[in-house]
């Protein structure tokens, strides 16, 4: 396991990260296009937490919507 990979745990399914991606894109817009004010910055965190696929609340509170891998009892 790498350090990168204690840091930033993979704990979003790849659903979600598309959804966090698209709503970071559409909420940065809203600077550029929309009513042009700078609430839309806002739209950087759930972009980046899409992009890398963790999110750091979710790894404080222990929460993973990642489908784990049963692994099959050793004998």
Not at 15 to 25: A, H, K, P
Not at 48 to 75: E, F, N, Q
Request: positive net charge.
């Amino acid at each position: 396991m790498s350090a990168l990979t204690k840091i930033l745990p993979r704990n979003e399914h790849p659903i979600e990260r598309v959804l966090r991606v698209v709503l970071g894109i559409g909420l940065l817009l809203l600077v550029v296009l929309g009513p042009k004010t700078l609430w839309g910055l806002v739209g950087i965190v759930p972009l980046l937490t899409g992009l890398v696929g963790s999110c750091p609340i979710y790894t404080l509170l222990g929460i993973s919507t990642c489908r784990t891998r049963d692994h099959a009892p050793s004998t």
